[in-house]
């Protein structure tokens, strides 16, 4: 690993020594992938990382090529003392709104963490635990451990698509992941919405 990338690794570390030096043991880093899509689930993560952990490459997964994401994955969860990831389908969605399903889908990500976290970092969210937290705007640019929860996210999302691409071939889930492209706007308007679309979102 070169010089510069130890110096970013270390950078979006910053959070979590901080964490560590104030006596925090578990600090997870918590993310989401799917807000957007006008069909699918919405996936949340929540990745456990050990003190001093630099992955590298490891980024927000928006900035990476899928190639990278998917190669980043198993080093994340060989390194991770403990992950958690969770999904709220597009029926839930629809019933409680997209911000509340993101909520829920995160809260049940760090249930599953093992040790509990003592700590979340989140990108742009709090939830209603009693665990201590803090919201970072662009978090997942910021803090290593929730870049490697974005990263579990979206490639379990992915994957999710992928099958339903199986299952509904005409939408184009596998290219699009089920986000607003034109291409998936104007299969919804020729073929109507499928059983995995979300029924609250506008198509135009």
Same mark, same amino acid.
């Given at each position: 690993?070169?010089?510069?990338?130890? =110096?970013?690794?270390?950078?979006?570390?910053?959070?979590?020594?901080?964490?560590?030096?104030?006596?925090?043991?578990?600090?997870?880093?918590?993310?989401?992938?799917?807000?957007?899509?006008?069909?699918?689930?919405?996936? =949340?993560? !929540?990745?456990?990382? @050990?003190?001093?952990?630099?992955?590298?490459?490891?980024?927000?997964?928006?900035?990476?090529?899928?190639?990278?994401?998917? !190669?980043?994955?198993?080093?994340?969860?060989?390194? !991770?003392?403990?992950?958690?990831? =969770?999904?709220?389908?597009?029926?839930?969605?629809?019933?409680?709104?997209?911000?509340?399903?993101?909520?829920?889908?995160?809260?049940?990500?760090?249930?599953?963490?093992?040790?509990? !976290?003592?700590?979340?970092?989140?990108?742009?969210?709090?939830? @209603?635990?009693?665990?201590?937290?803090?919201?970072?705007?662009?978090?997942?640019?910021?803090?290593?451990?929730?870049? =490697?929860?974005?990263?579990?996210?979206?490639?379990?999302?992915?994957?999710?698509?992928?099958?339903?691409?199986?299952?509904? @071939?005409?939408?184009?889930?596998?290219?699009?992941?089920?986000? @607003?492209?034109?291409?998936?706007?104007?299969?919804?308007?020729?073929?109507?919405?499928?059983?995995?679309?979300?029924?609250?979102?506008?198509?135009?």
């Amino acid at each position: 690993m070169d010089e510069k990338e130890l =110096a970013r690794l270390r950078q979006m570390s910053v959070y979590e020594q901080e964490l560590f030096d104030q006596g925090y043991r578990w600090i997870a880093g918590v993310d989401e992938a799917g807000r957007g899509p006008l069909a699918g689930p919405v996936v =949340a993560a !929540a990745v456990i990382l @050990p003190p001093g952990c630099l992955i590298e490459k490891l980024n927000d997964s928006k900035k990476l090529s899928p190639a990278r994401r998917l !190669a980043l994955e198993p080093v994340i969860l060989e390194q !991770a003392i403990s992950y958690g990831i =969770a999904t709220v389908n597009h029926r839930i969605i629809d019933k409680i709104n997209i911000l509340q399903a993101t909520r829920l889908a995160m809260m049940r990500a760090v249930a599953k963490l093992r040790p509990a !976290a003592d700590y979340l970092l989140l990108d742009a969210m709090t939830l @209603p635990v009693e665990t201590a937290q803090k919201g970072l705007i662009h978090g997942d640019a910021l803090s290593i451990s929730i870049a =490697a929860a974005s990263i579990l996210a979206k490639n379990h999302r992915d994957r999710l698509m992928e099958a339903m691409d199986g299952l509904f @071939p005409q939408y184009g889930f596998a290219q699009h992941k089920g986000y @607003p492209t034109s291409a998936h706007r104007q299969a919804i308007l020729q073929f109507g919405p499928s059983p995995v679309h979300r029924r609250t979102f506008r198509v135009k």
